[in-house]
């Protein structure tokens, strides 16, 4: 049981890691916008 909860918590944070880094390469294109604007 203590092993199904760490993979299952392992699996959540691998998902989060790949949200994060979504969102980094998003806003990232939003920069380079904004700079390409200035």
């Known amino acids: 049981m203590a092993l199904k909860e760490t993979t299952r918590r392992s699996r959540n944070s691998c998902q ?3 949200a994060v880094q979504a969102r ?3 806003s ?3 920069n ?7």
């Open 16 to 18: 989060l890691l790949t």
């Open 28 to 30: 990232r294109k939003l």
């Open 24 to 26: 980094d390469r998003h």
């Open 32 to 38: 380079i916008q904004k700079w390409k604007k200035l």
